[in-house]
Structure formats: structure tokens, C-alpha cells
């Protein structure tokens, strides 16, 4: 399908609603509502690609991987209206889509969950705690495997 005649139309509509020409205060309003949308075989294409990629059974398409898709034919951000299209293609041909995929899973329905030491964050902010964040008995700081007790050296490691 080509965007022929949908350019002409632009093109004419332009012409009747700016006979001298557009003025200069006026081309970022029209380009905000003339911005890029996908084609009906863009939709068709990035679905593809989409459905091509997932993983069987199959697993739900995420709106995090069409967006990248949509912004590899359009080179900029997707739009939510495109977004939607493609969800609704991928759905009426029986692909699941994840329209939220960065909510985090819901609590069990007592409201507790199992949590364990490594869910926590480290002191440093680097990430989750381990064993080794935890600090000495008498506060000195986060012990690292250097710190570890070892033997003492035997007579020959003493000597330089």
C-alpha cells in the first residue's frame, strides 16, 4: 500500500487552507497534527516481526518490544494510537499482548510474600545485599572474602 494518495491529500488540504503559502508562525501546529503514524502494512510488518519473534507457547508480546519496533520504521518515540493497533492486530490473530509489562507481580493475597535477605537493598545502593554486605560483630564495616579469618603462615611462608 502506498501513502500516494494520503500525501496528496495533505498536500491539498494545505493548499486550500493556506492559498498564499503556510505562515511561519503556523508549521509547528501542523506538524503536530501531521505527525507520522504507521500504515496499515506498517502494522502489518511490525506485527510480524513481533509474532516471528515470540517465544512459543506462545509468550504475551510486550508493549516494551512493539514500541522498539514501531520506533525502528518510524525513527521516533511510538505513539499510543499506533501502540494500539498493532495490540489489536497481534490479538485478532491470537497473539497475547502485554499492555503493562513494568508493573511489578501482585502480592499474594494473604499480603505477605516471601523475602529473604538478598531482598534487600545494599547499604551502598548497589543492588541486592548479600552475605558479604553484612557487617563485622563489632561494626568496622562490610566484610569482603579478603577479610575471611585464615591460617596462620607456617614457618616458610614467613620468610620474604
Not at 522498539?68 to 525513527?75: E, Y
Not at 569482603?144 to 616458610?156: F, G
Amino acid at each position: 500500500m502506498s501513502d500516494r494518495p494520503l500525501v496528496a491529500r495533505i498536500i491539498a488540504w494545505l493548499r486550500a487552507g493556506y492559498p498564499q503559502g503556510v505562515p511561519d508562525h503556523d508549521y509547528v501546529p501542523l506538524l503536530a497534527i501531521l505527525r507520522r503514524q504507521l500504515s496499515e502494512d506498517e502494522v502489518e510488518h511490525v506485527s510480524g516481526e513481533l509474532i516471528n519473534e515470540a517465544a512459543p507457547p506462545p509468550e504475551p508480546i510486550s508493549k516494551i518490544d512493539a514500541g522498539v519496533k514501531i520506533s525502528a520504521v518510524t525513527q521516533e518515540l511510538p505513539h499510543e494510537a499506533d501502540l494500539a493497533r498493532v495490540q489489536q492486530y497481534l490479538e485478532e490473530h491470537g497473539f497475547p499482548f502485554d499492555d503493562s509489562p513494568l508493573n511489578p507481580p501482585s502480592p499474594p493475597p494473604d499480603g505477605r510474600g516471601a523475602r529473604s535477605a538478598s531482598d534487600e537493598p545494599s547499604p551502598d545502593g548497589r543492588g541486592a545485599r548479600s552475605a558479604s554486605d553484612e557487617p563485622f560483630p563489632d561494626g568496622r564495616g562490610a566484610r569482603s572474602a579478603s577479610d575471611e579469618p585464615r591460617d596462620p603462615p607456617t614457618p616458610d611462608e614467613d620468610q620474604p
